[in-house]
């Protein structure tokens, strides 16, 4: 049934309340979990992103409705797309998509050479193992270089940020193999400090987007491809310095020029099943947003993007599922991230699962994606630097903030551990479920 199904996802529970300390990424068998109650929802307003101005034809009867997932669904567009098309959604996960991509995408990692999370090693991510078994491919997004540069590219910006040698290797045992690399910190020992970090990575067997020799190659994507589907991964920032931004004869990280981002999503549409836009942007600390955001993020949806990622504010930020569009993630907060602040301590990991339907649905759509979340406290002070998943009366008061202030809808569904299934956030949020977990009674 897919991520939200009960058969595939009890592999994430499993991992999930099963012991963190295992040193290579196993998924446990299925049929363990077979009586968990676990429910799809729909997010109201949802529609179709029908990008195409000429639906597929309907070759056969699409299957009834079931209470639908958090989806999104669109068909390949024409290049340039057209204006989209309002339709509502009709899709039967469990038979459209039976051989779905699972990606999981989360924030900033850094870890520095000198701190006590580099002398924690392999074990630095033995909390994330677990979540991190589930997904067919984890993308984080890299700070820093790995390279034995001394002079700083930018001495006027207050940080510039080295990773630990081996880094690379404390991410690939955990199962992270895929990096978006346009950030603040790429370029900070210039393209040398670049260029080494560069050639780690492909030492590594990982591969990366978001930093080139010029724009075009800095622009260029990742790739994720299972089950004959191809997923590409664009990574852009809009942080500065701007001394870092590639140009057309200049190295660099890429910055999301509106005319060049969109041929990129343009360029590769024919040959991607989904495209997907990671931004490093918005204000450090702040879950608000700044105004070129959704600006930013309306360029990538409107030229053919299907999904919007973001992070650099080190915690949570807003979510918006667009109906005509598709999904902005703004920020997923850190993943691993070695400095001591303390407004730091949520954060996100969102899980997807991608899939391509051989026959059309009623409205015409081949191509479907839906998410669930999963709350991580990345607050260094408490965690020792090992980031984990929350448990239910961690993350309820974050849930309570983010839903009140507007940032997360009560539909958006998340998985907390050591609970019997996913719920959407207005079903956690329940005054007797808060009383129960935080010790209350509900008169």
Request: hydrophobic fraction near 40%; glycine fraction near 6%.
């Given at each position: 049934m897919g991520l939200l199904g009960i058969q595939p996802f009890c592999l994430t529970i499993i991992c999930l309340t099963s012991a963190v300390a295992v040193a290579d990424v196993r998924r446990a068998e299925p049929s363990a979990l077979a009586n968990l109650n676990i429910r799809h929802h729909l997010i109201p307003g949802l529609k179709l992103n029908a990008k195409s101005s000429k639906a597929l034809p309907n070759k056969?009867?699409?299957?009834?409705?079931?209470?639908?997932?958090?989806?999104?669904?669109?068909?390949?567009?024409?290049?340039?797309?057209?204006?989209?098309?309002?339709?509502?959604?009709?899709?039967?996960?469990?038979?459209?998509?039976?051989?779905?991509?699972?990606?999981?995408?989360?924030?900033?990692?850094?870890?520095?050479?000198?701190?006590?999370?580099?002398?924690?090693?392999?074990?630095?991510?033995?909390?994330?193992?677990?979540?991190?078994?589930?997904?067919?491919?984890?993308?984080?997004?890299?700070e820093g270089s790995i390279t034995n540069a001394k002079k700083r590219a930018f001495p006027a910006f207050p940080f510039a940020l080295k990773q630990a040698s081996d880094s690379l290797k404390w991410l690939s045992s955990a199962g992270v193999n895929h990096l978006t690399r346009a950030n603040n910190h790429a370029m900070d020992f210039g393209w040398e400090g670049a260029e080494e970090t560069s050639a780690a990575i492909k030492a590594a067997s990982m591969k990366f987007s978001g930093i080139g020799s010029d724009l075009k190659s800095a622009l260029k994507p990742m790739w994720l491809e299972k089950n004959g589907m191809k997923i590409a991964v664009v990574?852009?920032?809009?942080?500065?310095?701007?001394?870092?931004?590639?140009?057309?004869?200049?190295?660099?990280?890429?910055?999301?020029?509106?005319?060049a981002l969109r041929k990129t999503i343009q360029g590769v549409r024919d040959e991607a099943d989904f495209v997907v836009?990671?931004?490093?942007?918005?204000?450090?600390?702040?879950?608000?947003?700044?105004?070129?955001?959704?600006?930013?993020?309306?360029?990538?949806?409107?030229?053919?993007?299907?999904l919007v990622?973001?992070?650099?504010?080190?915690?949570?930020?807003?979510?918006?599922?667009?109906?005509?569009?598709?999904?902005?993630?703004?920020?997923?907060?850190?993943?691993?991230?070695?400095?001591?602040?303390?407004?730091?301590?949520?954060?996100?990991?969102?899980?997807?699962?991608?899939?391509?339907?051989?026959?059309?649905?009623?409205?015409?759509?081949?191509?479907?994606?839906?998410?669930?979340?999963?709350?991580?406290?990345?607050?260094?002070?408490?965690?020792?630097?090992?980031?984990r998943m929350m448990n239910l009366g961690e993350f309820l008061p974050f849930a309570r903030e983010y839903v009140r202030k507007g940032y997360f809808s009560p539909e958006l569904e998340f998985f907390v551990p050591g609970e019997d299934r996913v719920k959407t956030l207005g079903e956690w949020l329940q005054p007797r479920e808060q009383a129960s977990k935080e010790g209350r009674e509900v008169r």
């Open positions: 056969a009867t699409a299957p009834a409705p079931q209470s639908a997932a958090t989806a999104v669904q669109n068909q390949r567009p024409a290049v340039p797309p057209p204006p989209p098309v309002r339709r509502s959604s009709s899709v039967s996960w469990q038979a459209a998509c039976r051989e779905p991509v699972r990606v999981s995408f989360f924030g900033d990692y850094w870890v520095a050479p000198n701190s006590p999370a580099a002398d924690m090693k392999h074990s630095l991510l033995d909390n994330l193992r677990p979540l991190l078994g589930w997904a067919d491919f984890n993308v984080v997004n890299f990574s852009v920032t809009t942080t500065y310095p701007a001394e870092a931004w590639a140009a057309d004869k200049k190295p660099g990280v890429a910055f999301p020029r509106a005319d836009v990671a931004f490093h942007w918005g204000e450090e600390l702040k879950p608000t947003l700044r105004d070129h955001q959704p600006q930013h993020a309306k360029v990538a949806l409107d030229a053919g993007a299907d990622v973001g992070h650099h504010a080190h915690v949570a930020q807003k979510i918006d599922v667009e109906p005509e569009n598709g999904m902005i993630v703004y920020g997923l907060g850190n993943f691993i991230f070695t400095s001591l602040s303390r407004d730091a301590k949520f954060g996100l990991g969102s899980h997807f699962e991608f899939c391509r339907a051989d026959v059309p649905d009623a409205e015409g759509a081949t191509h479907h994606f839906k998410m669930v979340l999963t709350p991580l406290l990345t607050y260094n002070r408490s965690t020792g630097y090992r980031s």
